[in-house]
């Protein structure tokens, strides 16, 4: 498997935020959302085996692996990879972008899939596969990153027509002011959390943070 580069942090978004955790990026994605901060990723990397990756997982050393891209569902070892490492007794996250079907994911009480909805200023909102909504469990999280009120408005419909039980995440970008999305949220009756992105708040664009 292709593999952008294996690093210790803070998780910076969603439930488990602030939480030391090994990222694991593989490399590739096959959409180009405007305000994507990891471009990098779509070509940089080296081949590694699973085991490879696993073992600079281990000296990493933290509780929490977070898979990651670019898009992690286009190569088919992230599957295998995340079994792996979920029965080494590792808590996992797989961040994917929600234009491949979660269909093939293992089901285990140490995972979370954090499914991103392209919002309209991503440019990417056609590739979704909203069918990946209905197998979303409660501990699962849906994401909205939004850039302007149009961005929430589509995501404030989306739920509306598309019931969830998961979490749901509304992470600001760009120029949006924090607490327009907190009124909009509080206004609408949303039932989201509002997350800022913590690693550029504490790092800046310092990659591998």
Not at 2 to 9: A, D, L, V
Not at 28 to 49: H, I, P, Q, V
Not at 56 to 81: A, H, N, W
Not at 103 to 121: A, Q, T
Request: charged letters at 30%.
């Amino acid at each position: 498997m292709k593999i952008c580069e294996i690093f210790r942090s803070l998780q910076g978004e969603g439930v488990m935020i602030g939480t030391p955790t090994t990222f694991v990026r593989l490399t590739g994605c096959n959409l180009d959302c405007t305000w994507c901060d990891t471009r990098y990723a779509r070509k940089e990397g080296n081949e590694m085996t699973i085991e490879e990756v696993i073992e600079k997982v281990k000296e990493l050393d933290t509780k929490f692996v977070c898979i990651t891209g670019g898009e992690p569902l286009m190569q088919r070892s992230t599957i295998k990879l995340i079994e792996r490492l979920l029965d080494l007794g590792y808590h996992i996250t797989l961040e994917t972008n929600g234009s491949y079907s979660l269909e093939e994911l293992p089901c285990s009480m140490n995972m979370i899939v954090s499914m991103d909805i392209k919002c309209p200023s991503s440019g990417m909102e056609e590739k979704m596969d909203l069918s990946n909504l209905e197998l979303l469990s409660p501990v699962d999280q849906l994401k909205f990153v939004v850039a302007d009120r149009g961005d929430m408005v589509y995501a404030s419909r989306l739920l509306k027509e598309h019931p969830v039980e998961c979490n749901v995440i509304f992470t600001p970008v760009g120029g949006i002011d924090l607490e327009e999305v907190a009124e909009f949220i509080l206004k609408k009756k949303i039932n989201a959390r509002v997350l800022p992105q913590l690693h550029k708040i504490i790092w800046g664009d310092e990659r591998c943070r």
